[in-house]
């Protein structure tokens, strides 16, 4: 094991959340219709360079679309669908067996209202679009395609867009789904590939169209190919609340084997990984950042990746050339600065 470096990191994200329309990986809702999310099961893998995201959709209920939006890290290569039991089989290494459950890629097209469709896929009963663009911006697309916006959307669309204006956009279709035969609790698994420099988990977004003293329980699986490094750094189990550390240990290889066995897996190391376990127990109003992860073996996971720091952008001087005589006068001034302060040092 190459634990003091870990450059080719694969982490590998689960998150199970109790019943309700906007208890997980999604907040965009129809607040008229009578399908509500079960719970949204999510993978994140990270191996050369390239991101694999898989979540899965369960529905209860029927006679109305939802909808939900995922925050990404980038812009996916391929949306595809997933294998059936990759998600239930990581739970079943940590607690007893759960029970669980192909679209192809359209060209890019424009979007309404500033935001940019840059796919569109069908998924069983699922259509997937990716969208780019600010939390203003997807979020008046939202309303504009028949989805209404929780209270706190804004703001948190805006805090991710703020780092990645990429975002996965999901509407059950229940027609399509009784066509498919597909019956109450049936879930549908998604997988993204996403080229990132670093991975990172997206947690704010589980309290989302919450209370702020509502509960949240997550379950967050690591594979990487050393220790990891995770910013939050994450408690003990005594501590009883927060993100809580349950197990850090060698993968075991059944568990490699299991997963990779399954469809569109296979980029799984088969050996020499390491299986960490992270509990999530906590409220909305407390679960206010993401989990980051460093990929580069510098051991130096990202503040603004975790949400905990705002990142800072000059203005772009192509979309606003009032800029340029301000950036001009202070390199100018800059410059004068250190000419005043080469003549003082020599005189």
Same mark, same amino acid.
């Given at each position: ?69 995922v925050p990404l890290p980038g812009v996916p290569s391929k949306v595809e ?65 028949? @989805?209404? #916006? *929780?209270?706190?959307? &804004? %703001?948190? !669309?805006?805090?991710? =867009? $703020?780092? +990645? ?55 967050? @699986?690591? #594979? *990487?190919?050393?220790? &990891? %490094?995770? !910013?939050?750094?994450? =408690? $003990?189990? +005594? ?69 905990? =720091? ?38």
């Amino acid at each position: 094991m190459k634990r003091g470096s870990w450059l080719g990191v694969t982490a590998v994200f689960l998150v199970l959340v109790s019943a309700g329309p906007a208890s997980a990986c999604g907040g965009l809702v129809n607040p008229n219709g009578t399908v509500s999310l079960v719970r949204t099961t999510t993978m994140v893998g990270y191996v050369d360079g390239v991101e694999h995201y898989v979540t899965s959709f369960e529905f209860a209920g029927g006679g109305a679309e939802f909808g939900s939006i995922v925050p990404l890290p980038g812009v996916p290569s391929k949306v595809e669908r997933a294998g059936d039991w990759t998600l239930q089989r990581l739970v079943e290494e940590v607690q007893p067996p759960v029970a669980l459950e192909d679209g192809a890629e359209a060209a890019a097209t424009a979007g309404s209202a500033g935001a940019q469709v840059l796919l569109e896929t069908r998924i069983d009963a699922l259509d997937i679009t990716i969208l780019k663009g600010g939390g203003d911006e997807v979020g008046r697309w939202a309303r504009e395609n028949g @989805f209404s #916006l *929780t209270p706190d959307a &804004p %703001e948190v !669309l805006d805090f991710y =867009a $703020q780092r +990645s204006p990429v975002f996965m956009a999901a509407r059950f279709d229940p027609a399509a789904a009784a066509a498919d035969g597909q019956n109450v609790g049936d879930g549908t698994p998604v997988h993204l590939t996403i080229p990132t420099p670093n991975p990172w988990v997206p947690l704010r977004i589980l309290g989302l169209g919450l209370g702020r003293e509502a509960s949240v329980e997550a379950d967050v @699986f690591l #594979l *990487t190919e050393g220790i &990891p %490094e995770m !910013l939050p750094a994450p =408690a $003990q189990p +005594s501590d009883r609340d927060g993100l809580l550390l349950e197990r850090s240990e060698e993968a075991p290889r059944a568990l490699l084997s299991d997963l990779r066995s399954d469809k569109g897996m296979q980029w799984i190391p088969a050996s020499d990984m390491w299986f960490t376990y992270l509990r999530i127990d906590t409220t909305a109003g407390a679960l206010d950042h993401d989990l980051a992860i460093d990929a580069t073996g510098r051991s130096d996971p990202s503040p603004v990746a975790a949400g905990l =720091a705002t990142p800072v952008r000059l203005p772009d001087l192509d979309d606003d050339a009032s800029f340029t005589p301000w950036l001009v006068a202070f390199l100018v001034g800059v410059g004068a600065l250190a000419l005043s302060k080469y003549a003082w040092d020599r005189a």
